[in-house]
């Protein structure tokens, strides 16, 4: 409508570039998620969202800037939203899903960097991200080296660029490390907004977030049944979009489509016939609009019941203690959540194989599909030594290392498919 043509254009996007990517967008989504059968109806609700990622949604958000309330950007599950919202700011994902503007992405960046960094970039290059454009604040963070170091870059691009130190051990120091790295984001919050943050607003933005991960567990353990209720594509989209939707919209439209899995498993009703052989997920994150390797594992025979990624049970698994009784308690409480956050970047991380074991014994998985990003250093390293306890507990890995273009695909289909009739 003329009314986002004239949003995205104060928000300085390139409108050329900006409807070329919503083309893109609007024809995967059709092909690879209107096409599935048999959906939930709640699924209608994403639908909504999805078609509007770039319109209500963002008006919304201008709204809420109108009213006073600021925009934080974030890169990395380690940015905690209990202390945005505590300061009556909104955080959302930059999803980093997609390959834009490579040309201009490779004067910035080594040819040899991850898809995810390079497409951050990508999208900032071409200004077609109105959630970047929008944001009052952007979080950067020490994670990796490629992340770490194409910060310093993407500095010199965005002026609101805020980076946050974080661990690389799970030390008594590195925990200290953490906890003052929050202390100094908290203070960084709370001058962006000009409201201080107070014992009952952290305790409140605690239980939302938390409102929000419980619903994801409750649609992560539903997907244990056989026939599986939900496609792993459609579980996917739920955790893509729980990064930018309104958290407490979000949680009652999620709880919504899990009170209807629920009567279609009494039902014995599910999106694919019982017996279907089940995958799990593990590693890199798939930002949206990131669906390749689901969209190929699920057009190949299987069905996907799991995600160990942050797009998925890592970025949710756990919850924030809410019973502390001073502010202090409850950032103690909130470093104490995301201290188990068991990133690759990590060292030694041995939480992590605990995790995927767990994880592929709680959904019944017939086999583990190991995706790593190219020139993923972190993640390729650890796949090695997942696949190694996979096949020491007869469970079937296949490591797949990929990007976000498609001249793989075909490539990828066949190796993809002989791993599922193995199965
Ligand atoms: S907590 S996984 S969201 S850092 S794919 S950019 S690791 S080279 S994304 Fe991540 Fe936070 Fe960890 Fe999660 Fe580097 Fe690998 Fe690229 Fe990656």
Redesign the pocket.
Known sequence: SNEYISMWKDLGLNLESHDALLSVLGNAYTDIYLAQKDRPEGMGYFDFVMSEVHGLRIKELLDEKKQGRKIIGS????VPEEIVLAANATLVGLCSGADFAMEEVEKYLPRNT?A??KSAFGFKLGQVCPYLEGADMVVG?N??D??KKAYETLGSLIDNLYVMDLPQMKSVNGRELLRSEYDRFKTAVEKLTGVAITFDSLKTAIQTVNAKRSALHRLYTLRNNDPAPISGLDALLANQVSFYDNPVRFTQSLHKICDELETRIEEKKGVMQEKTPRILLSG??MAVPNWKLPWIVETSGAVIVGEES?VGE??TRNLTDDSGDTIDALMDAVTDRYFQ?D???FTPNSDRLENIMQMAQAYNADGVIHYG?Q?????LMESIPVEKMLEDKDIPCLRIETDYGMEDAGQLKTRVEAFIELL
Do not use: D
């Open positions: 890169y990395c599950v380690f991850c995810l960094i963070e994670t990796c490629g992340k890199c994150p942050c890592r970025g956050v990133c690759a970047i990003l020139f993923c250093q972190p993640y």
